[in-house]
């Protein structure tokens, strides 16, 4: 069975700084694909960003980019230029290719706090 | 866009009743939606898988007696939580798949009370 896991239960970074958050997974699978979400205070999940693991170029979208290791099993997720509205609790997920029908497979998640 | 509305947002029910969660994907078709359980600062738990036209999909340990999961139409999947206890106070969320794409839609979940 997969398995994600996020090492890191709190997380703080000021304004405009950068900041990672760590993920790695465990699968037999070769090919799958891997998110990252975030629930702010409003609990709403927002898909923050996904990656292909067949693709070895790294996702990103504006400030939000992954490192994307596939041997080591590791997706983490850069923040960079840090803003108030980043502060939210952040899950890391997987989901089989194989098995397009099943459910995602969260991480514990990474609670991001943001000070100015 | 996939959007998925989840009502209601908020309820309060007395202990011994039940209350009934919708789920619906307003722009697409979602085959398959999924019923999660989340309490505070912790992550998702999946309760559920409902495919439509059958039966749901309980995760081990759920009691598929308690938590009726309904998936009658392509676009409505319901959760009823019968003989509501203070123990199953928590926050439900929802979330509605759709194949052309990888990604999942979530619905903006509901915190239920019992009291």
């Known amino acids: 069975a997969q398995t994600v896991t996020q090492s890191q239960p709190e997380m703080s970074v000021q304004e405009a700084e950068t900041v990672t958050l760590s993920c790695t997974y465990d699968?037999?699978?070769?090919?799958?694909?891997l998110f990252w979400y975030k629930q702010p205070p409003s609990r709403q999940m927002i898909l923050v960003i996904r990656q292909e693991a067949y693709k070895q170029q790294n996702a990103t979208e504006n400030r939000f980019s992954v490192n994307f290791q596939k041997a080591a099993k590791s997706f983490s997720l850069k923040i960079s230029d840090s803003q108030l509205g980043d502060a939210a609790m952040y899950f890391c997920a997987y989901r089989s290719v194989d098995q397009a029908g099943t459910a995602l497979i969260f991480g514990k998640g990474t609670t991001l706090s943001v000070s100015s | 866009g996939a959007v998925v509305s989840q009502h209601p947002s908020r309820v309060i029910c007395k202990s011994g009743t039940s209350v009934k969660i919708e789920c619906r994907s307003l722009?697409?078709?979602?085959?398959?939606m999924f019923w999660y359980r989340q309490f505070p600062k912790q992550s998702l738990m999946l309760m559920a898988t409902s495919n439509e036209g059958s039966k749901a999909t309980y995760e081990q340990g759920v009691e598929k007696d308690k938590f009726l999961i309904n998936h009658a139409s392509l676009t409505l999947s319901t959760l009823t939580v019968t003989s509501a206890h203070p123990e199953d106070s928590s926050f439900y969320i929802c979330?509605?798949?759709?194949?052309?794409?990888?990604?999942?839609?979530f619905g903006s979940g509901t915190r239920l009370t019992v009291v």
């Open positions: 699968t037999s699978e070769s090919d799958y694909y």
């Open positions: 979330s509605a798949l759709k194949l052309t794409v990888y990604g999942y839609t």
């Open positions: 722009d697409f078709q979602a085959t398959t």
